[in-house]
T-cell receptor
Framework: AQSVTQLDSQVPVFEEAPVELRCNYSSSVSVYLFWYVQYPNQGLQLLLKYLSGSTLVKGINGFEAEFNKSQTSFHLRKPSVHISDTAEYFCAVSFSGGYNKLIFGAGTRLAVHP | GAVVSQHPSRVICKSGTSVKIECRSLDFQATTMFWYRQFPKQSLMLMATSNEGSKATYEQGVEKDKFLINHASLTLSTLTVTSAHPEDSSFYIC?????????????FGPGTRLTVL
């Protein structure tokens, strides 16, 4: 069965420090990979996605992620975080074929401290 | 960019009543819409997938008679929570997927907070 694992439920970090949010998936078929951000009481905003091609993907707000097929990972990184990056981050996977149903990880709460 | 709206953003109702939530794609045609449920501090769980003009496909464990989904047009899907109970209180989020291409991104609505008293 396909699944998504976000290894850290919470990540505290100081402002201007680098951060990595980890995501691993399990699948026997090709995948599409996504990172979404959710601010309190709001819907989801797409940060970046990997569909094919270059394994290093750059997204909005200075975030990037690298698809590693051998390690089945898609970790999200930012070299220098801001207070405004405090939010919930979700990794999601869609499997090729079908109607592109998304399976979400449990989420990682990023808390940026001054 | 593609915009998806939800109405209402927040609703409080009494136990036993029914509540309808609308999801609209404002600037594109959505052949497929998805309904998710999110409990506090938890992830999104897919409830059902609706395709315009056909019956919704429900995920395992979701009661189709309790959560009625209608996708009557290419820009509107509705979720009706029938005979709501306090355990139905949750954050409901819809997403919409456009037409054409090998893959189409899902665009998410802002969510609807349902509180059942």
């Amino acid at each position: 069965a396909q699944s998504v694992t976000q290894l850290d439920s919470q990540v505290p970090v100081f402002e201007e420090a680098p951060v990595e949010l980890r995501c691993n998936y399990s699948s026997s078929v090709s995948v599409y990979l996504f990172w979404y951000v959710q601010y309190p009481n709001q819907g989801l905003q797409l940060l970046l996605k990997y569909l094919s091609g270059s394994t290093l993907v750059k997204g909005i707000n200075g975030f990037e992620a690298e698809f590693n097929k051998s390690q089945t990972s898609f970790h999200l990184r930012k070299p220098s975080v801001h207070i405004s990056d405090t939010a919930e981050y979700f990794c999601a996977v869609s499997f090729s074929g079908g109607y592109n149903k998304l399976i979400f990880g449990a989420g990682t709460r990023l808390a940026v401290h001054p | 960019g593609a915009v998806v709206s939800q109405h209402p953003s927040r609703v409080i109702c009494k136990s036993g009543t029914s509540v309808k939530i609308e999801c609209r794609s404002l600037d594109f045609q959505a052949t497929t819409m998805f309904w998710y449920r999110q409990f506090p501090k938890q992830s999104l769980m897919l409830m059902a997938t609706s395709n315009e003009g056909s019956k919704a496909t429900y995920e395992q464990g979701v009661e189709k008679d309790k959560f009625l989904i209608n996708h009557a047009s290419l820009t509107l899907s509705t979720l009706t929570v029938t005979s709501a109970h306090p355990e139905d209180s949750s954050f409901y989020i819809c997403s919409a997927k456009g037409t054409g291409g090998s893959y189409n991104e899902q665009f998410f609505g802002p969510g609807t907070r349902l509180t059942v008293l």
